[in-house]
């Protein structure tokens, strides 16, 4: 990056942080630091919210994600403006009026000790392996910008957003990420704009789309009904609605944003305009990586797109190997865009015919692309067996930081870095909030002051913060990172939602049923994960179902219902 870069890089970031601190100022008591003193209007409960959610995986692994396989991600966030209203009418008004801290005191007074602890053990297990997915996703940046390893880069990271979640707590988090959020929108809006105007002359917004249409990249929409097609309207609508709803519902780093809400009609405003707006944000974030895509069959992409891993195999005995491979791509790329130039006159013809004969040209010679770069991460394992060889994530960065004009290059990263910063506070606040109201206050320390629940609190966002650099470490082996961390949700979120839907709707069942279910349940799920029963998303559904019948089967086997607890 340039000087000018930099200079927008750091002050962006520095004046963010600055303000978060100066706003969180007078913390002094715990409910301040973990609910903000219940003082923020609908606005500010949206930007929290959609901030919390769009980490920088989002704006990394997404545009790559639309690069090599299309847009059918977007579905992914059908079933969360469903998710929204069900949140709105039933666990908001609940939440607030009992005046919790988590969602998990709730089912203390509902159930009973033993299963409010375990979905809070739950909920920390899947948010503190989630969390460190979203510490490595801008380690990336700066291993790619410095061309250093990662782990330096992710204890940066890491110890940045450590220490102003620490210091401010929930109003640190939040002020900062209204802050984040619009500077987010602007860059993304640029990012696009910019993108078209890099395009050939004869090729504008719509002939690109019509492009990236024929080579298989504007699929959004998909009906069929395929258990093992991750991505559909029906797994979207149906499998993504649980998924949200649990996600909003039940896990603590998006409840303890919408409880800083300052009433009930605040926080529900709040969500529903997340609802709303994020489905839009996402599209727009997948068409840029589709306008990628097209703007690359004009452009010779890399062979590789982490340049940190290339470099290394450039600086290896197997140079030599590498450059002959570098040179049959750059031939079979030659001759790839000369087929793009027919498919593009064929479309300006019309001519369905010529245009079908060039659609199956261009995928034999999208094959032959493949599999030249196939042979350039084949040496890349034979230089190094532990190099990252999955470079998705690293298709977005390698654009902006090569063609976009100096300043904006800048701005682009501190977006992605002020977006990982946002989720990931959140994320440490939330297990913070968890531990020490849900474990620590109810199990080891019920009578200390609130000064001492407040120093505990700070320790443990350290804790937490250690243990999720530490998980971060490993998330290059993951693959993309955005199917990643939605797949560890899937895991936890069907059962965690279980428990609340028996919690809420099925009040003559008691604890002891509802928490051997649970545990059953955690156990089917993570078996169908693990023999790739169905697409990850489907496992939210049957997580959720499995914890209702089983609880409604095992009451009746004990008969000995406990108090059902009361009904809020």
């Given at each position: 990056?340039?000087?000018?870069?930099?200079?927008?890089?750091?002050?962006?970031?520095?004046?963010?942080?600055?303000?978060?601190?100066?706003?969180?100022?007078?913390?002094?008591?715990?409910?301040?630091?973990?609910?903000?003193?219940?003082?923020?209007?609908?606005?500010?409960?949206?930007?929290?919210?959609?901030?919390?959610?769009?980490?920088a995986i989002t704006f990394l692994s997404a545009p790559g994600l639309a690069f090599s396989s299309g847009m059918a991600f977007v579905q992914f966030y059908f079933g969360l403006p469903l998710a929204m209203i069900v949140l709105c009418i039933t666990f908001v008004p609940i939440f607030h009026k009992l005046k919790v801290y988590t969602a998990y005191e709730f089912l203390e007074n509902r159930f009973d000790l033993k299963t409010r602890a375990l979905t809070a053990f739950?909920?920390?297990?899947?948010?503190?392996?989630?969390?460190?997915?979203?510490?490595?996703a801008p380690s990336i940046i700066l291993s790619t910008i410095l061309n250093i390893d990662t782990t330096i880069t992710t204890l940066f990271i890491g110890g940045l957003v450590i220490s102003y979640t620490v210091y401010g707590g929930t109003k640190a988090v939040s002020y900062t990420q209204m802050l984040q959020m619009a500077v987010i929108f602007s860059g993304i809006l640029i990012a696009g704009i910019l993108v078209v105007k890099m395009l050939p002359e004869s090729?504008?917004?719509?002939?690109?789309?019509?492009?990236?249409?024929?080579?298989?990249?504007?699929?959004?929409?998909?009906?069929?009904?395929?258990?093992?097609?991750?991505?559909?309207?029906?797994?979207?609508?149906?499998?993504?609605?649980?998924?949200?709803?649990?996600?909003?519902?039940?896990?603590?780093?998006?409840?303890?944003?919408?409880?800083?809400?300052?009433?009930?009609?605040?926080?529900?405003?709040?969500?529903?305009?997340?609802?709303?707006?994020?489905?839009?944000?996402?599209?727009?974030?997948?068409?840029?990586?589709?306008?990628?895509?097209?703007?690359?069959?004009?452009?010779?992409?890399?062979?590789?797109?982490?340049?940190?891993?290339?470099?290394?195999?450039?600086?290896?005995?197997?140079?030599?190997?590498?450059?002959?491979?570098?040179?049959?791509?750059?031939?079979?790329?030659?001759?790839?865009?000369?087929?793009?130039?027919?498919?593009?006159?064929?479309?300006?013809?019309?001519?369905?015919?010529?245009?079908?004969?060039?659609?199956?040209?261009?995928?034999?010679?999208?094959?032959?692309?493949?599999?030249?770069?196939?042979?350039?991460?084949?040496?890349?394992?034979?230089?190094?067996?532990?190099?990252?060889?999955?470079?998705?994530?690293?298709?977005?960065?390698?654009?902006?930081?090569?063609?976009?004009?100096?300043?904006?290059?800048?701005?682009?990263?501190?977006?992605?870095?002020?977006?990982?910063?946002?989720?990931?506070?959140?994320?440490?606040?939330?297990?913070?909030?968890?531990?020490?109201?849900?474990?620590?206050?109810?199990?080891?320390?019920?009578?200390?002051?609130?000064?001492?629940?407040?120093?505990?609190?700070?320790?443990?966002?350290?804790?937490?913060?250690?243990?999720?650099?530490?998980?971060?470490?490993?998330?290059?082996?993951?693959?993309?990172?955005?199917?990643?961390?939605?797949?560890?949700?899937?895991?936890?979120?069907?059962?965690?939602?279980?428990?609340?839907?028996?919690?809420?709707?099925?009040?003559?069942?008691?604890?002891?049923?509802?928490?051997?279910?649970?545990?059953?349940?955690?156990?089917?799920?993570?078996?169908?994960?693990?023999?790739?029963?169905?697409?990850?998303?489907?496992?939210?559904?049957?997580?959720?179902?499995?914890?209702?019948?089983?609880?409604?089967?095992?009451?009746?086997?004990?008969?000995?219902?406990?108090?059902?607890?009361?009904?809020?």
């Open positions: 990056m340039s000087g000018i870069d930099w200079i927008v890089l750091f002050t962006t970031l520095l004046i963010i942080v600055v303000y978060g601190i100066y706003k969180s100022r007078g913390t002094e008591n715990i409910e301040g630091y973990l609910l903000g003193n219940h003082s923020f209007p609908w606005y500010s409960v949206t930007l929290s919210v959609m901030a919390t959610q769009a980490s739950l909920f920390l297990i899947q948010r503190g392996l989630s969390t460190g997915i979203t510490i490595y090729v504008g917004f719509g002939k690109a789309l019509q492009i990236a249409g024929k080579m298989g990249r504007t699929n959004a929409i998909d009906f069929s009904f395929d258990w093992n097609n991750q991505y559909t309207v029906w797994s979207g609508l149906i499998g993504g609605f649980f998924l949200q709803l649990s996600y909003f519902g039940t896990d603590q780093s998006q409840v303890g944003r919408y409880l800083t809400g300052s009433s009930v009609g605040q926080s529900r405003l709040g969500l529903l305009m997340n609802g709303l707006l994020k489905i839009p944000m996402q599209f727009l974030i997948l068409l840029i990586g589709v306008l990628v895509f097209t703007f690359y069959q004009y452009h010779q992409p890399p062979i590789f797109f982490n340049s940190y891993e290339l470099g290394k195999l450039e600086k290896s005995p197997y140079n030599k190997e590498l450059e002959q491979i570098k040179t049959d791509y750059s031939n079979a790329f030659t001759e790839k865009q000369a087929e793009i130039n027919r498919l593009e006159q064929a479309m300006n013809a019309e001519d369905e015919a010529a245009i079908n004969t060039q659609r199956t040209i261009l995928e034999n010679a999208d094959k032959k692309t493949k599999a030249i770069r196939q042979q350039a991460v084949d040496l890349m394992k034979k230089n190094d067996p532990d190099a990252e060889t999955n470079d998705n994530n690293y298709v977005f960065l390698s654009f902006v930081t090569k063609y976009l004009p100096q300043g904006l290059i800048g701005l682009l990263i501190a977006i992605i870095f002020l977006a990982s910063m946002g989720s990931t506070s959140s994320a440490l606040n939330s297990l913070a909030s968890t531990t020490v109201i849900d474990i620590y206050k109810r199990l080891v320390n019920p009578d200390a002051s609130d000064e001492k629940y407040l120093s505990v609190s700070r320790w443990t966002t350290i804790i937490w913060g250690i243990f999720c650099i530490l998980m971060a470490l490993y998330a290059s082996k993951m693959g993309n990172l955005i199917e990643a961390v939605n797949v560890l949700g899937s895991l936890f979120y069907g059962t965690i939602l279980g428990i609340f839907i028996v919690a809420f709707y099925l009040k003559k069942i008691g604890g002891s049923a509802t928490f051997t279910a649970a545990i059953i349940t955690e156990v089917i799920v993570f078996s169908c994960w693990m023999l790739d029963l169905m697409a990850f998303l489907w496992l939210n559904v049957v997580g959720c179902f499995l914890v209702v019948m089983m609880a409604l089967i095992l009451q009746t086997i004990l008969k000995n219902d406990p108090e059902a607890g009361q009904t809020h």
